[in-house]
């Protein structure tokens, strides 16, 4: 591949995607605000620039609409926008670098005709400046027109030869100091944004978690805890039993008959190994135990947790702080690190608590003043736990807050390398990402250093009770009240349990981790939903439901958005068994009814009827199952084909014949015999390894297995050819027989032979008829036909 007759293999990568110009089919958004988004096409932008790309792409006033206009947060993968406002944003992102070359990929095919007309002419427009290269194909928009095929005369641009050697020489260095420059701005309130979520975070987590309740999580593992927790008595016991020993065995050693030497030695030595072997098998125990305890936990805690994420409403997931790296560290790190404050704390405190116990008992057993003199050093231990304690229990919480945001950006680069390639914006992400660690990094470096003394405190006051002791045991010794057998059996006993005190210090964190993880593992299981997909009330649909569907004064705004009102007052009424079409401009609310109707919402006021039933009393899952739902951006997952097209319905075991019938009717089945691992073959993540179309189609082949009741289609045949648009539409067309279908087209042609078509404007209907009665009335609809015959001519 060649530009100006140079291969493009000898060009540099970034300074060639930094002339390049992209919009893909599927337009990625990255979880920022509108204003960061369009800035990822050139860093250096101002915002007089963003304004302009943005009016080109018209998106301005969707935009100013907006209570937060440019600052207002996409969500991931741009889900808090309509699919042609997404693609408006990556448009704009695309023109504000002002490329030399635009490559457009089905760049309108999520745009209204009014939208697409006047972002086709910006693009024309561009297209004087730039090579324009459309990988598409005109649609016709008219069911007696033929298909025919777009061509584009670009004016010959300024040779990018003479700028490659203008620019070839600039070092690495130099581009990432630009670059750098850019980010400084560009990510300047999305790193506030961050800041001030982790402050709300740390506020609402600084509580601690009820022990209690950590208990009862562990109940059902009781006797492997209890088997542990004696376990970890007896290793307690074995510091006090070996300072017994080893006294007694000094006392021995200064006895001076040798013989009487020689045979207590042996007792002693035998005793020594009996304590060994009863030691080896206590610690294994205590180990085994808590580990299987702690494992079984970590199962039970993921499971709840993935099945209270999976039954929350859609608008919890809208929400910035369950982003998709927060989510997977509750799965992954917290679940793990929970048994932290249950298991492995319980072992610790048994254990340290026997040897205390045991050998502040010794202490005052054989010398009790000497026992007073080593009971001085245990509040001091203590103490010094407790600061240690304290300080990284602050620290953990802000690592952890770090690492989330961290890997979210990782996550998202990642998803979307192609996107992220293409913008050539892997030095910004990588900045981003090492921005995210790099406060809590040096807040970490420097409490360090305090914390290193507290410890170093810690583990220095064996020390000093050893010289104390040894000091005041000498004094005791010379005056005949101690023994000097007792006194090692004093010292050995204290000062190693002030020892095993000062250890545990050193498990402080896995506690402090576990106490935060319980924390916000408890919060996710008891946050509330309004829309339970798992819950067992509600009214069955009856497997003769008619099909009817019906809006009465619908009145909607998304939880993330409440001040703006998607729907206003929708009257709608779809009688059972019938096409009916949904036409209107991006962002009018059309989504937003089908959305409406799977119940991931619930309006705000009036209501959505089912068969005169409202739709909040029925079963969420059993509504679900009698809707099948192709949408505009199909999400296909990482298994096979076949396996993607049985997700249609888990109710029952999808046979192989009821596969193939569905991918006919989809016109996909003969591409997937061509595979040579046919319905077997993998597709990838999110289907990366077919094209829009094939996923468009597998997607349809998905919806059609289930047999619905109801058949959503969202823009269904976006993606498609002309003539595997004609072959899916005549599939839909005998698909739809004898039930209800609501489509949502921009392309009138696909929408003409519906029972009845609404035409939807800012949130209500305004109007309503078959395609030659809306026509006869020469209003909004007649509006948009003749623009788009208009634009096919």
Not at 87 to 97: E, G, K, P, T
Not at 484 to 503: N, R, S
Request: charged residues 20%.
């Amino acid at each position: 591949v060649k530009i100006d007759g140079r291969d493009v293999r000898d060009l540099n990568i970034g300074w060639l995607r930094d002339h390049i110009g992209v919009v893909g089919q599927e337009p990625v958004l990255f979880a920022t605000t509108i204003a960061e988004n369009v800035r990822h096409g050139f860093p250096q932008s101002t915002t007089e620039d963003i304004e302009r790309a943005v009016k080109s792409a018209n998106a301005y006033d969707f935009i100013n609409k907006l209570p937060k206009k440019y600052e207002t947060l996409v969500g991931e993968r741009g889900t808090q926008l309509s699919g042609g406002q997404k693609q408006r944003i990556a448009i704009a992102r695309a023109l504000v670098r002002n490329p030399k070359i635009l490559l457009l990929d089905e760049a309108t095919s999520a745009l209204d005709t009014e939208s697409e007309s006047i972002v086709q002419a910006a693009l024309d427009k561009v297209s004087l400046l730039s090579t324009l290269a459309i990988s598409s194909l005109v649609f016709s928009q008219q069911m007696d027109i033929d298909d025919f095929g777009a061509t584009s005369k670009p004016v010959k641009p300024q040779s990018l030869e003479r700028q490659f050697s203008a620019l070839s020489s600039t070092s690495i260095a130099s581009e990432e100091a630009v670059t750098a420059f850019g980010r400084t701005a560009s990510f300047k309130q999305s790193i506030n944004n961050a800041n001030m979520r982790k402050d709300s975070i740390e506020e609402k987590e600084k509580s601690n978690p009820s022990q209690t309740r950590l208990m009862k999580m562990t109940a059902p593992e009781w006797p492997y805890i209890l088997t542990g927790c004696i376990s970890s008595l007896l290793m307690g016991l074995s510091i006090p039993v070996f300072a017994i020993i080893f006294g007694e065995i000094l006392q021995t050693l200064s006895n001076p008959d040798l013989d009487e030497v020689r045979k207590e030695s042996t007792f002693y030595s035998l005793l020594f190994l009996a304590m060994g072997g009863a030691s080896g098998i206590a610690s294994f125990l205590q180990s085994f135990m808590f580990g299987i305890a702690g494992e079984r936990l970590t199962l039970r805690i993921r499971k709840l947790c993935f099945t209270t994420m999976l039954k929350m409403d859609i608008g919890w997931f809208d929400s910035t702080k369950n982003n998709t790296g927060a989510l997977c560290a509750r799965l992954s790190s917290d679940a793990a690190s929970v048994q932290g404050a249950t298991g492995s704390r319980m072992s610790n405190l048994f254990q340290a608590f026997s040897t205390l116990v045991a050998g502040l008992t010794i202490s005052f057993y054989y010398n009790w003043k000497l026992g007073l003199v080593l009971l001085c050093f245990v509040p001091l231990v203590l103490l010094a736990t407790y600061f240690e304690s304290r300080m990284i229990s602050g620290q953990l919480l802000s690592e952890k807050s770090a690492g989330e945001e961290a890997t979210k950006i990782a996550i998202e680069a990642i998803e979307n390398i192609r996107t992220v390639a293409s913008l050539h914006a892997e030095n910004t992400f990588y900045s981003n990402y090492l921005k995210e660690l790099t406060g809590p990094h040096k807040s970490s470096r420097k409490r360090s250093h305090l914390r290193g003394l507290t410890f170093g405190f810690s583990q220095s006051l064996p020390s000093f009770a050893y010289a104390a002791a040894m000091y005041y045991g000498g004094i005791l010794i010379s005056e005949q009240s101690l023994e000097y057998g007792d006194l090692f059996k004093v010292l050995e006993a204290v000062i190693l349990g002030t020892a095993i005190v000062g250890q545990a210090v050193a498990f402080a964190p896995d506690y402090q981790k576990a106490k935060l993880s319980a924390v916000r593992i408890f919060k996710l299981l008891d946050t509330p939903t309004k829309i339970d997909s798992f819950s067992k009330s509600g009214l069955k649909v009856s497997p003769s439901a008619a099909g009817a569907v019906e809006f009465r004064s619908a009145e909607f705004s998304y939880p993330t958005r409440p001040e703006i009102k998607v729907l206003r007052n929708l009257n709608l009424e779809v009688e059972p068994g019938v096409t009916v079409a949904l036409v209107g401009s991006s962002g009018c609310g059309k989504s937003t009814c089908i959305q409406l109707l799977e119940r991931f919402y619930d309006c705000c006021k009036g209501s959505v009827m089912l068969d005169t039933t409202d739709v909040k009393e029925l079963n969420v899952a059993a509504l679900r199952s009698h809707i099948g739902i192709v949408s505009q951006e199909p999400v296909l997952f990482s298994y096979s084909i076949r396996e993607n097209i049985c997700y249609g319905d888990n109710c029952r075991e999808v046979t192989m014949d009821e596969i193939i019938s569905a991918a006919r009717k989809a016109n996909i089945h003969e591409f997937i015999k061509s595979l040579p691992a046919g319905y077997e073959t993998s597709i990838g993540d999110r289907g990366s390894q077919l094209s829009g179309g094939q996923k468009q189609r597998v997607a349809i082949a998905r919806a059609l297995v289930r047999n619905p009741k109801l058949l959503l289609l969202d823009e269904a045949t976006s993606a498609l050819d002309a003539e595997s648009e004609k072959i899916v539409q005549e599939a839909l067309d005998k698909a739809r027989e004898g039930r209800t279908c609501i489509i949502i087209a921009h392309r009138l042609s696909t929408i003409q032979n519906a029972d009845q078509i609404f035409v939807i404007h800012h949130g209500r209907v305004v109007e309503k008829g078959k395609h030659s009665e809306l026509l006869t009335k020469r209003g909004l609809y007649y509006k948009l036909h003749t623009a788009q015959v208009e634009k096919t001519d």
